[in-house]
């Protein structure tokens, strides 16, 4: 089955720098790549996702990478706030079947 | 927010005990799923369904059943809990492959 990879586990940053997160995936098959927001106390949240025949996409401070050959994907947020302090993770789908990287917990700090 | 509703939303039970949760949708989606969420481990697949009475096994499902008799309901069993069970179990819908995924508020378990 599908095996997805998440790095870092945790990640610190003072607000107004940008966060990187990283993921790996090892089916080949998979072609559909979301990243989810979990706030404390809630269940995860779509945040943007990408598809397997697009590079990159972006939608505002958020933006996703996508690399096929390499099989690996990444979030970047630029000008962190407060507010995006949360648990993020990464996931590889293909079709319904849809695993979810161990996630990462960013802290950004005013 | 999508109409996902899980209950209870906190139990505490013994070891040995039978377990019900019950993720509901008012979506009607046909995707649905149960996650165990673990320090360290993310959200791991339990069991998912592709529709009414077709199930299939995530990468943990051992200990673990699911039942879904009707599009909006989708119940997990824990036959015999165990304190390796604790956890906070999150069920997630799918109208459609490779679309976005919502997911219920989670089920604090506590096997004790």
């Known amino acids: 089955g599908e095996n997805v990879e998440q790095h870092p586990s945790t990640l610190s940053v003072q607000e107004g720098d940008s966060a990187v997160i990283k993921c790996t995936y090892s089916d080949s098959a998979s072609n559909y790549f979301p990243w989810y927001k979990q706030e404390l106390g809630k269940g995860p949240q779509l945040i943007i996702d990408?598809?397997?025949?697009?590079g990159e996409k972006k939608d505002q401070r958020i933006a996703v990478t996508l690399n096929k050959t390499a099989k690996h994907f990444s979030l970047h947020i630029t000008e962190t706030q407060p507010e995006d302090s949360a648990v993020y993770f990464c996931?590889?789908?293909?079709?319904?079947?849809?695993?979810f990287g161990a996630g990462t917990r960013l802290t950004v700090k005013p | 927010d999508a109409g996902i509703t899980q209950s209870p939303r906190h139990k505490v039970t013994e070891t040995g005990t039978p377990v019900t949760l019950r993720c509901h949708q008012t979506e009607n989606h046909r995707y649905m799923y149960w996650y165990r969420q673990d320090p360290g481990h993310g959200l791991r697949l339990i069991h998912y369904s592709y529709g009414v009475k077709d199930t299939d096994k995530g990468e943990v499902s051992d200990g673990y059943s699911v039942s879904r008799s009707k599009t909006e309901d989708f119940l997990l069993t824990l036959e015999s809990a165990t304190s390796s069970q604790t956890s906070v179990y999150f069920c997630a819908t799918l109208d459609s492959p490779n679309t976005e995924a919502f997911f219920g508020q989670g089920t604090r378990l506590t096997v004790v």
């Open positions: 996931a590889a789908s293909r079709e319904y079947d849809m695993r």
């Open positions: 990408i598809r397997s025949n697009v």
